[in-house]
């Protein structure tokens, strides 16, 4: 089995005037989230063999706090995660499948929908992506990463 790991950024600042939404830090609520969301994840043992990350300020500090916590993997920041649909993010993970764990840390509504696409009829305690909610979702090695080919292994939201 594979596991993908969808970590949705913590709460970030609001945007201040003129500030461009991929330079929003986040707030203090958000860097304790994120730490919360690092001490669940090595708690379980979802310890990622890669990180794929959204280069957005917000997301970029979740995985930072997190990997305090978790321990630092090869990690890679791809741009693309930021607007990135359903259908880019199982390209994105897909091309990574050579590793068993993958935790990918970006945005909404992308996550979300990846999520409830992948566990289509096995998603009972599905319930969305809020800020630091992490999706586990377990799927077939040899699988594609496709609608209802995964299992929600475990789901957590501070």
């Known amino acids: ?12 600042e609001s945007a201040m005037p003129g500030q461009d939404d991929r330079d929003r ?9 994120a730490a919360a969301a690092g001490a669940w994840l090595r708690e379980h043992g979802y310890i990622p063999e890669r990180v794929l990350c959204s280069t957005a300020r917000r997301a970029r500090e979740t995985l930072d706090i ?10 890679l920041r791809l741009d693309a995660i930021y607007e990135a649909t359903p ?9 990574h499948r050579e590793v068993s764990r993958l935790l990918m840390v ?21 319930r969305g ?5 992490i999706a586990v979702l377990r799927l077939p090695v040899d699988a594609a990463i496709e609608p209802g080919v995964a ?4 789901f957590w939201m501070p």
């Not at 830090?25 to 989230?33: I, Y």
């Not at 909404?108 to 009829?121: C, I, Q």
């Open 1 to 12: 089995m594979r596991e993908l790991i969808l970590l949705r950024h913590a709460h970030a």
């Open 25 to 33: 830090a986040l707030s203090v609520r958000g860097r304790a989230e």
């Open 66 to 75: 997190a990997q305090d916590t978790i321990g630092y993997g090869q990690t």
């Open 87 to 95: 259908g880019a993010l199982a390209i994105l993970a897909d091309s």
């Open 106 to 126: 970006g945005h909404n509504p992308g996550f979300e929908h990846l999520a409830a696409l992948m566990s289509t009829g096995r998603s009972g305690d599905f």
């Open 129 to 133: 992506m809020p800020a630091a909610g």
């Open 151 to 154: 299992e929600l292994a475990a």
